[in-house]
């Protein structure tokens, strides 16, 4: 067995077709006449950009809008002057169009590749991607042809792009093996779209298998199996045909409310990072947002964003949800979050220092440009503003006093905004537990943040392998914590969420059922997992698991008693 990146979930079984890299080698040589030069290469940008902008509106028909934008970057990659002009102006220097293309993307590659960031990455890859294809157009090297291979193929490759993957027809191919790429890669993105099993990351794997052997895909797990033995066959067409029948099951529950066995209604929102994610939002099914992590606009820049900009990338993540809730919580940086041009002191403790909402009041003009952008973005939807790594009642004050300042300019100013606009409070710290009752008074809602909240309670750091085995949300005093908080709120009569990891947990939402949580935010490909768990389950029963559950003094236990009454 071979391990890699579970990218795309499912097993797919079938037959290896390899795509071996082609020969792309070329001899730089000076050219004399530039201008013939300069026409060789135009047209073969422009036979590129043309096949692209083709592939890709093939792409958003067969696949998705999204899916076809990441292919529409590559022709405007390629048409930026910054990227052209520098080609250009090495032909007119003499050399020929295949060293003036290898030049500039090798160096922008370089630039990107090497920095720590998976969207920078990306576009590395990007760039590879485009430089390939043009070379291939110079050089008269035609593709392989993707889109004929026959039903039950594995694509094994070094590297899936995304110019390859559209070309690929979803009912031939069961399987995709590759040598580099992660989760968040855009072929991983893609093979999702198409619903392939996907693993990325398998090192050597080009080299390791021939033509025609046959192979396992679990994208679920990560793990390849190359002429499995007869048993471990026969194990995976069941599991296959498990989850072939899962995947079915839960598409009865698109479009539907999220129902308990008794007929209760609950909701299940989204945690999303950038305002073109709520789109996926939409698309999985999502009846909100739960947490927009607004520290992606702030992350992905190279300045603080301004009131303008920050405005419209909230206003577009309300439109697109269509009215329903999105719930944005304030910058919350520092800890693990850095943003390299705010200068943040290094701190001995970061988890324990001045972040998020400390941060956040210590510095009004940075903070009431957001909750400006944010209340002024209210007018355009279901806006509710909620304040990250809360540990005193006076934080949620300060903040609502900024709001409310910020009312006030807005109505002198005329600008519209929704005079509602509720003020929430994230729950992740042992503070905010033991408090809650006091936060209830003053909040206007609750969401439980499991990842910090688990953190903060048993006093883990998450990065530390020696004391890992105590990070985890069902540790018995992270489950009191949270039914103390879901408590408090009931009494407030506030309603409590969770956009922690922990609410799309199959064994954790009978005991958040039990609780009394009203919203679980999750990721969105978990939107209808999470619909199908909580339609199994009554009040009545999730009751009986809790009272168990609660009385029980060690994780073991609580894990085994989870698991023996899980419903999947
Ligand atoms: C959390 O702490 O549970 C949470 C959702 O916030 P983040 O993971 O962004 O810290
Ligand atoms: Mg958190």
Redesign the pocket.
């Known amino acids: 067995m071979y391990k890699g990146i579970a990218a795309s979930r499912g097993i797919g079984i079938g037959s290896i077709c390899r795509i071996i890299e082609q020969d792309l080698s070329f001899e730089a040589k000076m050219v004399s006449d530039v201008a013939a030069e300069k026409a060789r290469f135009q047209k073969a940008i422009d036979d590129f950009v043309e096949e692209t902008y083709a592939m890709a509106e093939d792409v958003k028909k067969n696949i998705g809008e999204k899916e076809s934008e990441i292919l529409l970057g590559h022709a405007v990659m390629i048409s930026d002057p910054s990227m052209s002009g520098e080609m250009f102006s090495m032909i007119d220097a003499g050399q020929c169009a295949e060293a003036a293309l290898t030049g500039v993307c090798d160096m922008f590659y370089g630039i990107f590749s090497t920095m720590d960031d998976e969207m920078m990455k990306q576009r590395a890859s990007d760039i590879a991607d485009v430089k390939v294809s043009i070379l291939k157009k110079l050089l008269d090297v035609k593709d392989i042809e993707i889109s004929k291979v026959p039903k039950g193929t594995v694509l094994v490759c070094k590297d899936l792009t995304p110019s390859m993957t559209s070309q690929i027809v979803k009912e031939n191919v069961v399987g995709i093996i590759t040598e580099v790429g992660g989760p968040t890669s855009h072929s991983a993105i893609l093979a999702r779209a198409l619903e392939i099993p996907a693993v990325l990351s398998v090192p050597g794997i080009v080299d390791l298998v021939e033509d025609k052997d046959a192979a396992i895909v679990d994208g679920t797990a990560g793990d390849v199996f190359i002429n499995p033995e007869g048993d471990v066959l026969a194990k995976y067409v069941d599991k296959r045909e498990e989850f072939i029948k899962k995947r079915e099951e839960l598409k009865k529950f698109i479009g539907k409310d999220t129902l308990t066995a008794d007929g209760d209604k609950l909701e299940i929102f989204c945690?999303i990072g950038t305002p073109k994610d709520a789109k996926k939002a939409m698309e999985c099914d999502g009846e909100g947002v739960g947490?927009f992590?607004s520290e992606f606009l702030f992350m992905d820049n190279t300045h603080l964003p301004t009131e303008e900009e920050q405005f419209e990338a909230y206003k577009e993540a309300l439109e697109t949800m269509q009215g329903k809730t999105v719930i944005i919580r304030t910058l919350?940086i520092g800890g693990d979050k850095d943003i390299p041009y705010m200068d943040f002191e290094k701190e001995e403790n970061p988890f324990l220092g001045f972040r998020a909402v400390r941060y956040c009041l210590a510095n009004p003009d940075m903070y009431k440009v957001q909750l400006r952008a944010i209340t002024r973005a209210s007018a355009f939807g279901k806006a509710k503003i909620m304040v990250p790594l809360v540990t005193t009642v006076d934080e949620v004050r300060a903040v609502k006093k900024l709001v409310a300042e910020i009312k006030d300019d807005l109505r002198k100013e005329g600008i519209p905004f929704d005079e509602g606009i509720e003020v929430g409070c994230m729950t992740?710290t042992a503070a905010s537990a033991a408090i809650a009752d006091l936060l209830a008074k003053e909040a206007d809602f609750f969401s439980i943040?499991?990842?910090?909240?688990t953190g903060y309670t048993m006093a883990v750091d998450r990065g530390n392998a020696k004391v890992a085995y105590l990070y985890s949300a069902f540790q018995p005093a992270v489950l009191r914590s949270i039914r103390q908080i879901i408590a408090a709120a009931k009494e407030a009569g506030i309603p409590v969420g969770m956009?922690?990891?922990a609410a799309a947990d199959p064994l954790m939402i009978p005991l958040l059922m039990s609780f009394g949580l009203d919203e679980y935010s999750v990721n969105p490909v978990l939107v209808l997992t999470a619909r199908s768990i909580i339609s199994k389950w009554s009040k009545a029963e999730a009751d009986a698991l809790a009272e168990k559950v609660m009385a029980m003094d060690n994780i073991e236990d609580v894990l085994a008693a989870l698991k023996a009454a899980a419903k999947e």
Not at 449 to 453: A, F, R, V, W
């Open positions: 945690n947490l992590r919350d992740e943040g499991t990842n910090d909240l956009c922690g990891e």
